[in-house]
């Protein structure tokens, strides 16, 4: 077996790292983990370090790590035949099977399943259909798309373009000119301390609808959002957001793709955000707890309004010009079905719901009185603490002080439970595996608050 040291060295040499400061990297300023293996909530390093993984990877494995019917499926599936294309009507067991089960969860107003590898993959197919419909209804202006400041969406061009984070759009030429970006849902940071929950929803509603006339809504071709923003901050939407925004976007015949990347297959507490926020999208964008991550693939699930016009058009056109060599992989459908058969036989939206509720609670309970916790915030399996300089004029660091940095790393150097530093905030993001026992919740919240208590007292 090759020693540590020189895994890290080729690790430096040869690996280039996604979202990484990669000059401190290279010159080995930054630690790396090689991670060689995982079970439940935990994973373990090369080094013999048992870590509990509190955001599942990124925000991925809902089913935990080391489920070995996963495995077992894609090893048979691996023999059997581990390749083939989906291109004019081609498809195997695993792919067709698995569209079925994805929509027999899905609401019911949703036709079909094109498959991709990744959530930016998947986002890039939702935009090229939403102008492919648009052209087939002979509306050549209407292809502009709406998202919003802190959203992701990918970290392609039009999906880094949809992302509103600075850190996705910097030296990039991003965003490109189709894309324009509205409020995010984003109570705690609102202009104006004194409006209410129901002032804001309606401010951001008006806002929606001023920028589309400003706009032109003929030019405006859909509207993509987060039932729950996640990387911008994990931060779940105001009573009454998503009605009073779909009521805009329906005034103006725009289409609305529901991004279920991190909320798909159960981490609300609902097998999706959609039925959790009665949200009634014409695409749907699903990956990560589609096979729990243990093999690539995404998914754009299509409304059968949208199918209707893509059957028209391939009718006068011909065949669609759009598919990928990877789409519906069957090692990696084969993954996904076991994915999702272990989620309704291991009760995983259930046990999401009701831990959920205890974790969040929990946490408010134990952290609610910590000086710099200015918001705890959160829903289902997800969570986020956010920290402030000072809670009543609600005063944020300055963020040279990396004060959500120096949590996450408190975190894991004193308790070995990994938390995510959030960008563009000093906050401390939560997403545990969906399978997360009370005893495990109990942990988390323990370690946050010692890690939170010993930074508060530093600054």
């Not at 059968?304 to 459908?333: C, F, M, R």
């Not at 004193?414 to 960008?423: E, F, H, L, N, Q």
């Amino acid at each position: 077996m090759l020693q540590n040291d020189q895994l890290a060295e080729w690790d430096r040499e040869n690996f280039f790292h996604p979202s990484t400061p990669l000059g401190q990297f290279a010159r080995g300023e930054l630690s790396n983990r090689i991670v060689t293996g995982g079970k439940g909530v935990y994973i373990e390093d090369r080094e013999g370090n048992k870590l509990l993984d509190a955001f599942a990877g990124l925000y991925c494995v809902n089913i935990g790590y080391g489920r070995t019917e996963v495995a077992d499926a894609i090893a048979e599936q691996a023999k059997e035949l581990a390749y083939y294309h989906a291109y004019v009507g081609h498809g195997t067991e695993a792919s067709i099977t698995l569209a079925k089960m994805i929509l027999d969860r899905a609401p019911d107003h949703m036709s079909k399943v094109y498959f991709g590898l990744s959530g930016s993959d998947a986002n890039e197919t939702n935009i090229k259909l939403v102008w492919y419909y648009n052209n087939v209804l002979d509306r050549p202006k209407k292809k502009k798309i709406i998202s919003r400041w802190r959203g992701y969406h990918g970290s392609g061009l039009m999906t880094g373009s949809l992302t509103g984070l600075e850190l996705f759009h910097n030296k990039f030429d991003l965003p490109l000119d189709q894309v324009v970006h509205t409020d995010a849902p984003y109570y705690f940071r609102r202009d104006d301390l004194s409006l209410s929950e129901a002032d804001f929803v309606k401010q951001c509603a008006d806002n929606l609808d001023a920028l589309i006339q400003k706009e032109g809504p003929d030019t405006v071709a859909a509207f993509i959002g987060e039932p729950v923003l996640g990387t911008g901050g994990i931060v779940p939407p105001p009573a009454g957001y998503w009605e009073a925004i779909q009521a805009v976007l329906n005034k103006y015949d725009i289409l609305l793709i529901a991004d279920e990347v991190v909320t798909g297959f159960g981490r609300l507490g609902s097998m999706f955000g959609s039925e959790h926020y009665g949200i009634k999208p014409d695409i749907i964008t699903i990956a990560k707890g589609l096979t729990s991550a243990y093999a690539p693939l995404s998914g754009s699930i299509v409304s059968d309004k949208v199918w209707k016009v893509l059957e028209a058009g391939t009718d006068k056109l011909g065949a669609i010009g759009h598919g990928w060599t990877y789409s519906a992989h069957p090692i990696s459908a084969a993954a996904g079905v076991a994915n999702l058969k272990l989620i309704d036989e291991l009760n995983i939206v259930s046990n999401a719901k009701e831990t959920g509720a205890y974790f969040n609670q929990s946490l408010k309970d134990a952290l609610s009185d910590i000086s710099i916790v200015g918001d705890i915030r959160g829903e289902g399996i997800m969570a986020a603490v956010e920290f402030v300089k000072d809670k009543d004029s609600r005063t944020f660091f300055d963020p040279a002080d990396k004060v959500g940095y120096q949590v996450a790393g408190a975190l894991l150097e004193r308790s070995k439970v990994i938390g995510r530093a959030m960008p563009q905030g000093d906050i401390l993001g939560f997403a545990p595996p969906l399978c997360l026992t009370r005893e495990e919740s109990d942990t988390i919240v323990a370690a946050a608050k010692d890690a939170i208590e010993s930074v508060a007292a530093k600054l």
